[in-house]
């Protein structure tokens, strides 16, 4: 069975752009999760869906959005790019609706921001 | 809002030898799930071992395996048997009702042959 894949791997923005992120979850998982990851503030939650609909938002602010699609994958999409925003993106992907269940992680995308 | 520390940055371990990483966090839930994860510098994350905070016995996966103490809201893993794929960066997770995993700032785990 396929694993989390995450695109693109790399992507190199400039300040004042905007980027969107791609996740596609293990084959029968609808629960798709978002991560942010850097040096200073380590891994924070982002976001979660479940069947297409948004289950919990982190503390960020409003230019981090995503969605999620019937077919379970996930984007995120970020707006108006700050050189902050600069990090490992990871989505993670788990099979129940319930807590408790394995999230399977991506490779992630690492963005930066110039 | 749960909180997850790790006080160790480094671990440094002889290889075939035992290490354990610390652990704590803090709730007022009382159902609730633990994790730990491994990051090697591939930066993919690896399930190390999962616990439930109703069961009492401590959860177990070949060379590693926690000491759960639900009271004192600690939960430490260690490994057993180091061996150089171990060297990781090793993160403590809390996941409670609402599903998201709350991670710790990691421990970074360097196994010399």
């Known amino acids: 069975k396929a694993g989390v894949t995450q695109t693109p791997r790399y992507l190199i923005k400039t300040r004042g752009q905007q980027v969107t992120l791609s996740c596609s979850p293990i084959s029968g998982h609808r629960s798709v999760s978002w991560y942010q990851q850097t040096p200073g503030q380590g891994l924070q939650f982002l976001f979660e869906?479940?069947?297409?609909?948004?289950?919990n938002k982190g503390n960020f602010p409003g230019r981090f959005s995503g969605r999620q699609f019937s077919n379970s994958r996930s984007e995120m999409n970020v707006s108006t790019l700050e050189l902050g925003d600069s990090a490992l993106y990871l989505c993670a992907s788990s099979l129940a609706n319930r807590g408790g269940y394995e999230q399977y992680f991506g490779p992630g995308t690492r963005l930066t921001v110039t | 809002a749960q909180t997850v520390t790790q006080s160790q940055p480094e671990m440094s371990v002889q290889e075939a030898e035992t290490v354990t990483l610390s652990c704590t966090y803090d709730t007022s839930e009382s159902d609730y799930y633990l994790f730990w994860y491994k990051q090697p510098p591939s930066r993919q994350m690896i399930l190390v071992i999962r616990q439930e905070a109703y069961k009492q016995q401590n959860a177990t996966e070949n060379r590693f395996s926690v000491n759960f103490q639900k009271a004192a809201k600690s939960f430490s893993l260690k490994i057993s048997d180091s061996q150089l794929g171990d060297a990781a960066m090793y993160f403590c997770a809390y996941q409670g009702n609402d599903y998201k995993l709350s991670f710790g700032a990691g421990t970074t785990v360097t196994v010399r042959a």
């Open positions: 869906y479940f069947s297409e609909t948004q289950r």
